[in-house]
């Protein structure tokens, strides 16, 4: 039944290039959420409508939409624009750079309201502490209110860290060659579907399982120091 028939380094190959996705676009989507969560705050209304609307937005459209959206609907509008000035430019989007800055920009509005949370959750008489020792604002968000918010949005950024790493799955309709797309095409080659989706599944639990692990012994070496209660 797992006889793989010479596919079975397929695998590995986009297992490799799942994580490689997830990580980059988990990047991208913490600096955008630190962004996001310091707009959301900010007394500047103008900041605070723009992340308002980026987080509604893109937390109501489907991801697997935005990801089509972004490889093949972008390319072909700025070609029909500049096709209107008179050029004749063919535009093609990596596919790797599409779904990573895709992914970031979506899960990006997820770590908003997760660092929009823990930032809310530092006790605002630390702050004013600081502010009393004398601290600039900058020493203050490096010395008292970035270590906290850390520690505070860590379950969060692992829930958001482990729903983005299935959603790299969605990444195969753009020809990405990553775990899903992969697994695909040898289940195609061989005709043997089960055994390349159901090899494909324990890997993405392998995954979860692991991210699960790590996230524990993070959160307890963050917590460190600090008391229960």
């Known amino acids: 039944m797992f006889d793989f028939q010479g596919y079975l380094w397929m695998l590995p190959t986009g297992l490799q290039l799942t994580l490689l996705v997830g990580l980059c676009a988990l990047v991208v989507a913490m600096v955008l959420g630190l962004l996001g969560a310091w707009a959301k705050l900010s007394h500047n209304w103008i900041a605070r409508r723009a992340a308002d609307t980026y987080t509604t937005v893109i937390r109501g459209v489907p991801e697997l939409l935005l990801i089509l ?116 095409i040898a289940a195609r080659a061989v005709r043997l579907p089960f055994t390349f989706y159901f090899a494909a599944s324990l890997i993405y639990l392998g995954i979860t399982i692991v991210s699960m692990i790590g996230q524990q012994r993070i959160e307890t070496w963050a917590r460190r120091g600090v008391r229960s209660g």
Do not use: H
Request: no cysteine.
């Open 69 to 184: 959206l972004v490889y093949y609907g972008v390319p072909t509008l700025i070609q029909d624009v500049l096709e209107g000035f008179g050029y004749d430019i063919v535009i093609d989007i990596n596919p790797f750079i599409a779904g990573v800055m895709t992914l970031g920009f979506i899960y990006g509005a997820f770590s908003t309201e997760v660092f929009r949370g823990a930032i809310l959750a530092v006790p605002k008489g630390q702050i004013e502490a600081a502010y009393a020792a004398g601290m600039s604002r900058p020493m203050m968000v490096r010395r008292v209110l970035l270590p906290q918010v850390w520690r505070f949005a860590l379950p969060g950024l692992g829930n958001v860290w482990m729903v983005l790493i299935k959603a790299t799955a969605l990444i195969s309709v753009i020809q990405l060659p990553e775990l899903m797309r992969n697994s695909d």
